[in-house]
């Protein structure tokens, strides 16, 4: 596939990591936004793998 592909999908895959982390770090974490932007995560992760 496109490297240019590839690097938006990495760049999106670290957003969301960046996301969850700061999530997680909150005094109050919303559970259901971190699975939300896990399955995202995995997502993308499955389509890179694919490439």
């Not at 005094?27 to 890179?48: C, H, M, S, V």
């Amino acid at each position: 596939m496109e490297q240019p592909h590839v690097s938006a999908l990495q760049l999106k895959k670290k957003g969301l990591e960046d996301r969850i982390e700061q999530e997680m770090s909150r005094p109050a974490p919303d559970f259901a936004q971190i699975q939300l932007l896990k399955k995202r995560k995995l997502r993308i992760k499955e389509e890179l793998a694919h490439i």
